[in-house]
């Protein structure tokens, strides 16, 4: 036999005095601990936080004013919750009931009494855990999937009392195998054989219940028995009450057989074929009491007699049901025994109440057939009725499209001309938004018993979004400027008539020149041209100036320098209210203008918009959350094009959304955000002068700009109180 076996303890079964010391020990070492968890300094919780993980993942984040301590925790697999217990920690926490959409986390609640917190994780389905603690707070991740193993523990610090040390009947050990036909085999190991067992199936699961049985605390887990190829996927073993259970999640179509040999509990859950699936189907038909039949040629109405006689059923046969059969049924039930005598014969039967009609099949569809055409011919003789019906929240105009046939014709898939018999009418009146309805009496009760299912208020969501647009501009420039001017003598022997001048460009030479000739040919003025104007030009510009003169020149220089920090945040709050299932929209900005040519030659004014725009369109599910289907739109001018004609044709810039989501009533919701960072580095220089090193800083003016912009959008519904009295 092709078996995988794998069992979590090895060794030999430790003796009653070994256990009983173990169990003394773990009271003694809780004693201890609560002892020294009273004498320690209350720790406060101030926060907790929960985030989604990657793989369908929760991380619970508690922050305290202190270390907090090990938590000590239990799990319930139904109703599914993780139960976690801080002794000597209370809570600072305003709110108690934290609603959560994340993995398999329904909501969160703390509670505080007694010198201790517990924090309670509502589950859909129960699933692993870890904590770890980090400084002052604890941290707890739910959900996932370690590496693999034949068997994986997925819980811990379940629970610190000792179990099954004050305990007559105790599980000593769980197993589990794989059988030769793909069968998975639970095989549970009790100290008493007389031990009372109640097993019961609640839909894919299978519950072992143990009565006043111990489960020691090192074989309380969650095991994963996926990897063994069988129908059961995962086991838990857990205990409360004084009971031991083990519950068995199982996929596909199964059955299982139970049986106990010594001390030895064995349930096996075996996969069905195809063939026996389809058997068991056809024997799950028929649910009656069973009877066991052996006649010889009997008269047909006999065996219907015995059978109303066997189920306390009022017969009525037909004159034309005749014929003898013959039949041995053994523990049949007996719906499955009328079955089979019916069909033999081309019988079939009408039950109404506790009075069973036998009849030919082919008597039993003429004398429906007849009453179908009766009814009809009823209904077109039928005197016709007016009658007055007021819609109070529908549109009445909408509701007369259901029942006009000329509707129904031109719209296929309509409901319905039916409604209304061939001499119905339907007047709607507008103004008062009512129907005059003429029809017959059985038609008017159907017709009103319609529109007060259809004619109910519509349950109303507000909308509210928030968009964030948070930008930070930081620039730095940095440039300088120089110049100068002289004259030289221009010739030794006629100093004071010749002279040569320089500066940054001609203007300077020709100012030099001037002044020389017309002043003291010793001095100069200061020039008004420059050799390098690479300075910083934007307003509030620092910078500082150095001038050197001497005999026939004069040189200065400014360096200058600016630098810019800016912050922005600019949040929109759009709020729309609307009916469920109903489009709203909600638009707010500006049309920009612009000119465009048309082929004739004309010249027309467009627009462009750049507006805040939220289109919605709400859906409350059963469960009272709402399904949207959201397009947001915000557009902003970016700036401007020539066009034809010297026009100016806008850039918009847009930002949009297009998305479904499922969101709680009230909760808030994180739909997108754009994240933007522009670095910009420029520099205007001198050719070659401003690439030579150090001394190239002369001749180079240099800005640094970093632009981030950051988008979100938030979205939050709720859905409001209907006060409207029916």
């Keep these: 036999m092709d078996t995988m076996r794998l069992r979590r303890f090895t060794g030999g079964r430790p003796g009653p005095f070994a256990v009983t010391r173990f169990g003394l020990m ?10 020294a968890t009273q004498l320690a300094s209350a720790v406060s919780m101030q926060n907790i936080e929960f985030s989604a993980l990657p793989g369908g993942k929760l991380e619970v984040r508690m922050d305290f004013d202190g270390t907090p301590p090990e938590p000590q925790g239990y799990t319930i697999e139904q109703p599914a919750r993780i139960a976690l217990d801080l002794d000597g920690v209370s809570s600072a926490l305003d709110k108690k009931k934290h609603a959560l959409d994340i993995g398999t986390a329904k909501s969160a609640l703390v509670l505080d009494a007694n010198g201790r917190t517990r924090v309670i994780l509502n589950l859909t389905e129960l699933t692993n855990y870890n904590t770890r603690i980090e400084g002052s707070s604890l941290y707890v991740e739910v959900g996932g999937v370690g590496s693999k193993s034949y068997l994986k523990d997925t819980k811990s610090n379940l629970d610190f009392t000792p179990s099954g040390t004050a305990q007559q009947k105790n599980i000593e050990a769980i197993d589990f195998q794989r059988g030769e036909d793909g069968e998975g085999k639970l095989i549970v190991r009790l100290s008493d054989p007389k031990t009372n067992i109640d097993i019961t199936r609640e839909g ?153 009609m036998v009849a030919p099949a082919a008597e039993i ?15 077109e003789l039928a005197p016709l009725q007016t009658e007055f019906i007021r819609i109070r929240y529908a549109n009445a105009a909408e509701i007369f499209k259901l029942f006009d046939p000329e509707e129904d014709e031109e719209n296929e898939g309509a409901a319905t001309g039916s409604m209304l018999s061939a001499r119905g009418r339907v007047i709607v009146d507008e103004r008062t938004n ?14 009103r018993r319609l529109v007060k299912l259809i004619d109910v208020p519509v349950r109303q969501v507000l909308i509210e979004a928030r968009i964030v647009v948070a930008d930070s501009d930081h620039s730095e420039q940095l440039g300088i400027r120089w110049g100068g001017g002289g004259f030289v003598n221009g010739f030794p022997d006629n100093a004071n008539d010749d002279f040569f001048t320089f500066g940054g460009s001609s203007t300077t030479t020709t100012e030099v020149n001037n002044s020389v000739v017309q002043n003291n040919p010793t001095t100069i003025t200061f020039p008004d041209a420059l050799n390098v104007d690479l300075g910083v030009t934007e307003i509030g510009t620092s ?184």
């Design 365 to 379: 569809a003429e004398r429906e057939r007849q009453e179908i055409e009766t009814t009809k011919q009823l209904e």
């Design 204 to 356: 894919s699961k299978i519950r072992v219940l143990f009565e006043d049985t111990g489960l020691p605390f090192e074989l309380r887990h969650k095991y994963d028995v996926s990897d063994f190829a069988t129908p059961v996927r995962s086991m838990v073993a857990s205990s409360a009450a004084g009971q031991a259970q083990v519950s068995i999640s199982a996929t596909g179509q199964y059955d299982y057989l139970a049986y106990q040999v010594d001390n030895e509990y064995v349930l096996s859950v075996k996969p069905l074929t195809d063939e026996e699936v389809a058997a068991k189907e056809r024997e799950f038909q028929f649910v009656g009491e069973k009877l066991s039949l052996n006649f010889q040629d009997i008269d047909v109405r006999s065996v219907l007699q015995l059978i109303a006689d066997f189920t306390d059923l009022n017969l009525v046969a037909s004159d034309t049901v005749e014929g003898k059969i013959t039949l041995r049924l053994q523990n049949v039930p007996w719906d499955q025994a009328l079955d089979l005598v019916l069909k033999t014969k081309g019988l079939d039967k009408r039950q109404t109440g506790n009075v069973l």
């Design 434 to 447: 009512s129907l005059l309805v003429t029809e017959t009496a059985a038609k008017l009760d159907e017709f």
């Design 543 to 726: 910078s500082v100036a150095i001038g050197f003169s001497g005999d026939g020149f004069l040189l200065d220089l400014e360096l200058s320098a600016f630098e810019s920090a800016g912050h922005g945040e600019v949040v929109s709050q759009p709020k729309v209210i609307t009916g469920d299932k109903q489009q709203a929209t909600i638009k707010s900005g500006t049309e920009v203008p612009f000119l465009e040519s048309s082929s004739s030659g004309r010249t027309t004014v467009k627009f462009k918009d750049a507006v805040l725009k939220l289109d919605v369109t709400p859906n409350i599910t059963p469960d009272d959350r709402i399904l949207m289907r959201l397009v947001i739109n915000q557009d902003s001018v970016g700036g401007f094009i020539a066009g034809e004609n010297n026009s100016q044709i806008p850039l918009i810039d847009v930002t949009e959304l297009v998305t479904e989501v499922l969101v709680g009533n009230g909760e808030t919701v994180v739909l997108g955000g754009v994240y933007r960072t522009e670095d910009v580095r420029s520099e205007v220089k001198t050719p070659f002068l401003g690439d030579i090193p150090y001394l190239g800083r002369l001749f180079r003016r240099s800005n640094d700009r970093q632009l981030k912009t950051e988008t979100l959008i938030f979205i939050t519904p709720r859905i409001l109180a209907d006060t409207l009295v029916d």
């Design 26 to 35: 773990r009271l003694f070492l809780m004693s201890v601990l609560g002892f």
